[in-house]
Every structure is written in structure tokens, then in C-alpha cells.
């Protein structure tokens, strides 16, 4: 019986890691929805493939750094700090592929998938690097 209580005993640091992990996804999330131009929901409830697309790939982006911010933190505080860089990196890969490679302001609400997958490509590629250098 010991063995599960020595099992559980991370428990609680669980219920915080996670707690927060979801709360930052739902920020993220949010913050992206109003940094982009066009009503992504809509678009998606509407069956716009490029706009689901993008927004998954703008969430796993966001997603995979901030994993490695809870793998590597020593505290929440340390994770939340790392969090909210991943977003600004993840923020900005948008803003920079929106206003530079692809005009993903009238393609994405047009419906053109490649785009959509391309910008999701670009957000998740982003994300792995940034959880990548998350090393410390």
C-alpha cells in the first residue's frame, strides 16, 4: 500500500501543472482568435478547413513549449513565466507569416486549405523549436 501512496504523493503538483497548462491553452487561444482578423469560429462551425487547420496547428504550437515549460519548471511560477513567452513566440510567428509569406487574411477565410496547412506547419515547426531551446 505504501507504493501507492508514494505514487499519488505528486498528486497535487499534478492538479496545479494541469490546472494551469489548460488555462494558458484557453488564453492562447483567445488571444490568437483576436489577433486574427477574420472570426476563425465562425469559419470553422461553417466547415472552413483552413481556418480548423490553422487554429490547430497555432494550438499544438503553443502546446509543445509549453509542455517542456511544465517538464522543466521548478516551480508553477517558473512555468507560467515560460508559458507566456511561448505565446508571444507562437503570437508572433502569425503576425510575421501573415504579414510576409502568405496573404492569410483573405485565404483563410476563402477556404484555400494549403494555406491552411502551411500555416499550421509553420506554427507547430515554431513550437517544436521553441520547446526545443526551452532547455535550462
Partial sequence: ????KFSLSGFDEFLVYAGLAIAFIYIFMMVYLWVTPYSELKLIKDGNIAAA???SGAVLGF???LAAAIFQAVHPWDMMLWALIAGI???LVYVAVRYSL???TRRIPEG???TGIVLAAISMSAGILNAACMTY
Fill in 1 to 4: 500500500m505504501d507504493f501507492v
Fill in 53 to 55: 487547420l490553422s487554429l
Fill in 63 to 65: 502546446t509543445f513549449p
Fill in 89 to 91: 513566440v507562437q503570437l
Fill in 102 to 104: 502568405l496573404n492569410v
Fill in 112 to 114: 484555400q486549405i494549403a
